[in-house]
């Protein structure tokens, strides 16, 4: 940390040779006799020499820190030049705080006009950097004032803040800091946030209007509905605009989302996803709708999204077909009734696995296609979370080969309008239904009376279109009732022709999450193996070890799987290891520099001997006597292929590999059904064979 100044850290005048001091009191002395003060000598040279280049002032230039030192160090001349200093140093940083406030930077924020953009594009790390760049001797003394040199900060136009992927990191890391270095760095990190908040009151200060950071404070805790009385308190601090203010721009915003909601949803080539939004209220006082005053309140939630990849409005005209292929249209000749039996055929005969080379009998194992992913798993566990040799070959490591990949590219989305409407029945999911086409100014025209749009103009025609709804599996069996139900209305629109729906990804993975649950933790002979699942998560949640087995939100349970399938990957890594090379960790096989070769060639041995499915089958081993098995070891390779089902999910979403994806289908359907989950199993099923039989090739 910084220290203040001394004496030593300032430029003295050296001691002077006594010829050199006689002279000048010679000098001095002439002068006083002829009546000329010394201070009426340097200014004079001050005045006289304008030329940079002239020797007088140029000496005067090399030498005026050490004059200013004399000076302040003096204690006759302190008196006179410390309130100058003072006033100077006022002006120069008051002049500083005032560019600060200047519109051209950007800060001003009027609330009556706000945008969301404003709010959406709005990142302090910008306002840092722009503040530091306006006021940098500014920003240099509130560093120094809280304790830190500026010279040995990291530069600010490079500062990033910490976030949840630097905790991940620190979690697995295996490099060694001290407590006091970890605690510097995290206070040289947000540092600059609080100097940034500073500067914006000393900027408001000068002009009322420079408001952009206490604007967006304002507004955040409006929409995390935080206490008036709070908001009130930031207000005098400075830190926040007037609650009017917020009522404002809440107004502003609310008008022109709705605008652009409209405006991307009247493109047609747009699907939307909507769920449950579940707001528990405190209160007393009894009520009709909530006789025992429990306060929770059930609306709805909905989201826009833009379509991508090339889809067209000739790829969504497909209303009529679909109505004439629909299982509730019973007059059709051509309804097409579920069969999950060929459905799930038709699933088992999706992607096939490609033609295996003639394998040698001292060849390496030649793995399918689910056997080579496993085999990445397994070396980018090693090459992340192993020894830090390993590091290395991290840009080496090619990614699996996609099954069928669709391109990745950034997804525009709107968030709609959250709407006061149950979802819990089937006419609450059709009225928000129709009330999500309503804000998008989406219906039909022609219907009596007449639905406008917010924008108050009829909506655009969709009756020879399809529109894709997205959610989770309780809306997708309450639309599948109300397809039923509105069958016999007249026209497309009242009969829902336009709705196809889609079960989220999201809520398949959430499902697989709580499958491995219900087969690896919550049953109680399953959490008694020592080297189970349940144990190795209590080891890594000593605190909540209890709480996992019931209560386990779904963050916990995505977070626990991934690190018991790394400590379980580690410890085959570990175990195959000392079996081939008779070395007993890690870091020992690690001196022996071995190639990434030989790494792909223990993964890939490590998958037939470490993980059902690939080269063990755990059926043919329950016909063995007791005494010839070894039930650890067949609950851990079992356990293995449970987690790395749930990896190459998790992984295909990411990297959008839709037949890798389809192809995890295969093992998750006959999951849901073994872990009691038979309602998921059937409807993922039923989408399938809508998604394999009903819709036409140009909209799947």
Not at 243 to 267: D, F, Q
Not at 668 to 693: E, N, Q, V
């Given at each position: 940390?910084?220290?203040?100044?001394?004496?030593?850290?300032?430029?003295?005048?050296?001691?002077?040779?006594?010829?050199?001091?006689?002279?000048?009191?010679?000098?001095?002395?002439?002068?006083?006799?002829?009546?000329?003060?010394?201070?009426?000598?340097?200014?004079?040279?001050?005045?006289?020499?304008?030329?940079?280049?002239?020797?007088?002032?140029?000496?005067?230039?090399?030498?005026?820190?050490?004059?200013?030192?004399?000076?302040?160090?003096?204690?006759?001349?302190?008196?006179?030049?410390?309130?100058?200093?003072?006033?100077?140093?006022?002006?120069?940083?008051?002049?500083?705080?005032?560019?600060?406030s200047l519109r051209e930077n950007g800060w001003h924020f009027n609330a009556g006009k706000t945008h969301p953009n404003q709010v959406r594009d709005f990142h302090i790390e910008d306002m840092i950097a722009g503040m530091y760049r306006a006021a940098p001797e500014l920003w240099a003394l509130f560093q120094n004032l809280f304790g830190f040199d500026p010279e040995e900060l990291p530069p600010v136009e490079k500062e990033v803040l910490l976030d949840e992927d630097d905790a991940?990191?620190?979690?697995?890391?295996?490099?060694?800091?001290?407590?006091?270095?970890?605690?510097?760095?995290?206070?040289a990190r947000f540092i600059n946030i609080k100097i940034a908040m500073i500067l914006s009151v000393l900027a408001q200060g000068r002009d009322p209007h420079c408001n952009a950071l206490q604007s967006i404070v304002g507004i955040f805790c409006r929409a995390c509905n935080a206490p008036?009385?709070?908001?009130?308190?930031?207000?005098?601090?400075?830190?926040?605009?007037?609650?009017?203010?917020?009522?404002?721009?809440?107004?502003?915003?609310?008008?022109?989302?709705?605008?652009?909601?409209?405006?991307?949803?009247?493109?047609?080539?747009?699907?939307?996803?909507?769920?449950?939004?579940?707001?528990?209220?405190?209160?007393?006082?009894?009520?009709?709708?909530?006789?025992?005053?429990?306060?929770?309140?059930?609306?709805?939630?909905?989201?826009?999204?833009?379509?991508?990849?090339?889809?067209?409005?000739?790829?969504?005209?497909?209303?009529?077909?679909?109505?004439?292929?629909?299982?509730?249209?019973?007059?059709?000749?051509?309804?097409?009734?579920?069969?999950?039996?060929?459905?799930?055929?038709?699933?088992?005969?999706?992607?096939?696995?490609?033609?295996?080379?003639?394998?040698?009998?001292?060849?390496?194992?030649?793995?399918?296609?689910?056997?080579?992913?496993?085999?990445?798993?397994?070396?980018?566990?090693?090459?992340?979370?192993?020894?830090?040799?390993?590091?290395?070959?991290?840009?080496?490591?090619?990614?699996?080969?996609?099954?069928?990949?669709?391109?990745?590219?950034?997804?525009?989305?709107?968030?709609?309008?959250?709407?006061?409407?149950?979802?819990?029945?089937?006419?609450?999911?059709?009225?928000?239904?129709?009330?999500?086409?309503?804000?998008?100014?989406?219906?039909?025209?022609?219907?009596?009376?007449?639905?406008?749009?917010?924008?108050?103009?009829?909506?655009?025609?969709?009756?020879?279109?399809?529109?894709?709804?997205?959610?989770?599996?309780?809306?997708?069996?309450?639309?599948?009732?109300?397809?039923?139900?509105?069958?016999?209305?007249?026209?497309?629109?009242?009969?829902?022709?336009?709705?196809?729906?889609?079960?989220?990804?999201?809520?398949?993975?959430?499902?697989?999450?709580?499958?491995?649950?219900?087969?690896?933790?919550?049953?109680?002979?399953?959490?008694?193996?020592?080297?189970?699942?349940?144990?190795?998560?209590?080891?890594?949640?000593?605190?909540?070890?209890?709480?996992?087995?019931?209560?386990?939100?779904?963050?916990?349970?995505?977070?626990?799987?991934?690190?018991?399938?790394?400590?379980?990957?580690?410890?085959?890594?570990?175990?195959?290891?000392?079996?081939?090379?008779?070395?007993?960790?890690?870091?020992?096989?690690?001196?022996?520099?071995?190639?990434?070769?030989?790494?792909?060639?223990?993964?890939?041995?490590?998958?037939?001997?470490?993980?059902?499915?690939?080269?063990?089958?755990?059926?043919?081993?329950?016909?063995?006597?007791?005494?010839?098995?070894?039930?650890?070891?067949?609950?851990?390779?079992?356990?293995?292929?449970?987690?790395?089902?749930?990896?190459?999910?998790?992984?295909?979403?990411?990297?959008?590999?839709?037949?890798?994806?389809?192809?995890?289908?295969?093992?998750?359907?006959?999951?849901?059904?073994?872990?009691?989950?038979?309602?998921?199993?059937?409807?993922?099923?039923?989408?399938?064979?809508?998604?394999?039989?009903?819709?036409?090739?140009?909209?799947?």
């Amino acid at each position: 940390m910084s220290m203040p100044p001394s004496r030593t850290s300032i430029i003295l005048p050296a001691a002077m040779d006594p010829h050199r001091a006689r002279v000048l009191q010679t000098t001095l002395e002439y002068l006083q006799h002829l009546d000329i003060p010394l201070s009426a000598l340097v200014l004079y040279a001050l005045q006289q020499y304008r030329d940079p280049a002239h020797p007088i002032l140029v000496d005067l230039v090399r030498h005026t820190t050490s004059i200013a030192a004399s000076l302040y160090y003096n204690e006759a001349t302190k008196i006179n030049l410390y309130p100058w200093i003072l006033q100077t140093a006022r002006i120069h940083y008051g002049d500083a705080a005032h560019s600060l406030s200047l519109r051209e930077n950007g800060w001003h924020f009027n609330a009556g006009k706000t945008h969301p953009n404003q709010v959406r594009d709005f990142h302090i790390e910008d306002m840092i950097a722009g503040m530091y760049r306006a006021a940098p001797e500014l920003w240099a003394l509130f560093q120094n004032l809280f304790g830190f040199d500026p010279e040995e900060l990291p530069p600010v136009e490079k500062e990033v803040l910490l976030d949840e992927d630097d905790a991940d990191e620190d979690y697995w890391s295996s490099e060694p800091t001290s407590a006091i270095e970890a605690d510097r760095a995290r206070r040289a990190r947000f540092i600059n946030i609080k100097i940034a908040m500073i500067l914006s009151v000393l900027a408001q200060g000068r002009d009322p209007h420079c408001n952009a950071l206490q604007s967006i404070v304002g507004i955040f805790c409006r929409a995390c509905n935080a206490p008036e009385k709070l908001m009130k308190v930031l207000l005098r601090m400075g830190v926040s605009i007037s609650l009017e203010s917020v009522r404002r721009a809440t107004l502003s915003m609310s008008a022109k989302s709705s605008e652009s909601i409209e405006s991307v949803g009247r493109s047609l080539l747009v699907s939307f996803g909507f769920d449950n939004l579940d707001i528990l209220i405190k209160t007393l006082v009894p009520t009709v709708d909530d006789p025992h005053a429990r306060g929770m309140l059930h609306l709805t939630s909905a989201t826009m999204f833009r379509l991508a990849h090339g889809v067209t409005l000739d790829d969504l005209r497909c209303s009529d077909l679909l109505w004439e292929r629909s299982e509730y249209n019973i007059q059709s000749p051509h309804r097409i009734v579920f069969d999950p039996t060929a459905t799930m055929e038709r699933l088992l005969s999706l992607h096939p696995e490609p033609m295996m080379p003639e394998q040698s009998s001292d060849s390496a194992p030649a793995l399918s296609r689910r056997g080579q992913f496993r085999s990445w798993v397994f070396q980018r566990t090693l090459v992340d979370h192993g020894p830090s040799f390993f590091r290395k070959y991290a840009d080496q490591l090619p990614d699996p080969q996609p099954v069928e990949q669709i391109p990745i590219t950034k997804l525009e989305q709107v968030p709609l309008r959250a709407m006061d409407i149950n979802l819990s029945t089937v006419a609450g999911n059709i009225k928000a239904i129709y009330e999500i086409l309503r804000q998008a100014g989406l219906g039909d025209p022609e219907t009596a009376p007449p639905v406008f749009s917010p924008s108050g103009n009829l909506p655009e025609d969709i009756s020879q279109l399809v529109i894709l709804f997205g959610g989770n599996l309780g809306t997708y069996e309450r639309v599948l009732s109300a397809l039923r139900r509105r069958s016999v209305e007249h026209t497309p629109y009242e009969r829902l022709q336009f709705m196809v729906f889609i079960l989220g990804l999201f809520h398949l993975k959430m499902a697989a999450a709580d499958t491995i649950w219900r087969l690896l933790v919550t049953p109680e002979g399953a959490r008694k193996d020592e080297t189970g699942f349940y144990k190795i998560a209590a080891k890594l949640r000593p605190n909540t070890s209890s709480h996992i087995i019931a209560n386990a939100k779904f963050r916990e349970q995505h977070e626990l799987i991934e690190h018991v399938g790394v400590i379980l990957r580690l410890d085959a890594w570990r175990t195959e290891v000392e079996r081939r090379t008779r070395l007993a960790t890690l870091e020992e096989w690690a001196e022996t520099k071995p190639s990434l070769a030989d790494i792909k060639e223990f993964a890939d041995q490590l998958v037939c001997d470490y993980v059902e499915g690939e080269g063990i089958n755990l059926f043919d081993l329950s016909l063995n006597p007791p005494s010839a098995r070894d039930s650890v070891h067949e609950n851990t390779i079992r356990t293995q292929h449970y987690l790395l089902m749930y990896t190459e999910l998790s992984y295909s979403m990411n990297a959008g590999d839709i037949g890798r994806i389809e192809a995890t289908y295969q093992v998750w359907i006959p999951l849901f059904r073994a872990a009691g989950k038979h309602k998921y199993g059937s409807r993922t099923l039923h989408f399938l064979h809508s998604l394999y039989f009903v819709y036409p090739e140009r909209l799947t």
